[in-house]
Nanobody
Framework: QVPLVESGGGLVQAGGSLRLSCAASGRTFSSYTMGWFRQAPGNEREFVAAISWSAFGTYYADSVKGRFTISRDNAKNTVYLQMNSLKPEDTAVYYC????????????????WGQGTQVTVSS
């Protein structure tokens, strides 16, 4: 088990920034690829960004590339999502997820999920 707890969501104006955090429990955090996903009302959950267990590999959805940055601190068992130049279409519940080792953009590939944090971007 890898319990995950997200924080940092909120309401921000378009063009603003937010930083999401995801704290994980357990001694094997550094063995897991971490991903961020989001789900807007009426939409399927979609991939946003992922970072490999070593932090050497990152991958982003085209819609956030150049605006969002994923990072991790294995000493703190925490992964971050820095979101800049936010747009109203970024409004969604953001979820942190974990899977063992290999990086993936597929929702079904992730084994552990947080409860989600709401991000709302006003125009």
């Amino acid at each position: 088990q890898v319990p995950l707890v997200e924080s940092g969501g909120g309401l921000v104006q378009a063009g603003g920034s937010l930083r999401l955090s995801c704290a994980a429990s357990g001694r094997t955090f550094s063995s897991y690829t971490m991903g961020w996903f989001r789900q807007a009302p009426g939409n399927e959950r979609e991939f946003v960004a992922a970072i490999s267990w070593s932090a050497f590999g990152t991958y982003y959805a085209d819609s956030v590339k150049g605006r969002f940055t994923i990072s991790r601190d294995n000493a703190k068992n925490t992964v971050y999502l820095q979101m800049n130049s936010l747009k109203p279409e970024d409004t969604a519940v953001y979820y942190c997820a974990a899977k063992f080792r290999t990086l993936s953009t597929v929702v079904a590939a992730y084994d552990y999920w947080g409860q989600g944090t709401q991000v709302t971007v006003s125009s």
